[in-house]
């Protein structure tokens, strides 16, 4: 998984909790993301950064907030959980260059009861 | 505009046969167009990219043909494999987005024996 690491793997919570999900990269790339998959929408961007400090909203940004204070972490927090937002999140980083790949890390699985 | 379409949405293929993955798009900035294949319980992975000025790229078994003129791309997978069974997304990659990456929804792919 090309040096991603998200934490943790698994979580239930439970309706109105906040919850924190890590990604943690040892490839210094600049370009960090975070997916929501669901059956039939297929990956869906959250929020990405850019470098530290520096985020921006993706497709479906509501409910969910970011934070990347190291090159290495990029945080995604949901501010009071609801059910919609069960999914699977991935992490995925990239950087500049002619190639773009984009890597992403082995997922966190959330459940929202 | 930003949308990726991809068909069929499942796909079942006898061993040794082709498997063909089609997606179509409408932003001609999009300048970089991968494909990522997923297994169960796993982040998807890097298949195979191809640029919009390329109209044919091959790596193994695994082939991309990209028609510009109409927008569209394609994954052929030759002498298809049951361990090629998995879920493959096509996407595509928009520099003027914070390198936004846009996917389209899967397709499930089974290859029997």
């Known amino acids: 998984d090309a040096g991603i690491t998200q934490s943790p793997r698994h979580k239930v919570t439970e309706t109105g909790t906040p919850v924190t999900l890590r990604c943690h990269q040892t490839e210094n790339h600049r370009y960090m993301y975070w997916y929501r998959q669901d059956p039939g929408h297929g990956l869906r961007l959250i929020h990405y950064s850019y470098g530290v400090k520096d985020t921006d909203k993706g497709e479906v940004s509501d409910g969910y907030s970011v934070s990347r204070s190291k090159t290495e972490d990029f945080l995604l927090t949901l501010e009071s959980a609801t059910s919609s937002q069960t999914s699977v999140y991935f992490c995925?980083?990239?950087?500049?260059?002619?190639?773009?790949?984009?890597?992403f890390g082995p997922g966190t699985r959330l459940t929202v009861l | 505009q930003q949308q990726v379409k991809q068909s069929p949405q499942s796909l079942i293929v006898q061993k040794g046969g082709i498997s063909i993955i089609n997606c179509a798009y409408e932003n001609t900035a999009f300048d970089y167009f991968p494909w990522y294949q997923q297994f169960p319980g796993k982040g998807p992975a890097l298949l195979i990219a191809i640029r919009p000025d390329v109209s044919e790229k091959k790596e193994g078994r695994f082939t991309i043909s990209f028609n510009k003129s109409a927008k569209q791309f394609s994954l052929h997978i030759m002498d298809s494999q049951p361990g090629d069974s998995a879920t493959y997304f096509c996407?595509?990659?928009?520099?003027?987005?914070?390198?936004?990456?846009?996917f389209g929804t899967g397709t499930s792919l089974t290859v029997i024996p």
């Open positions: 995925a980083i990239s950087e500049r260059g002619a190639d773009n790949e984009q890597f």
């Open positions: 996407a595509a990659k928009n520099p003027y987005t914070g390198n936004q990456f846009y």
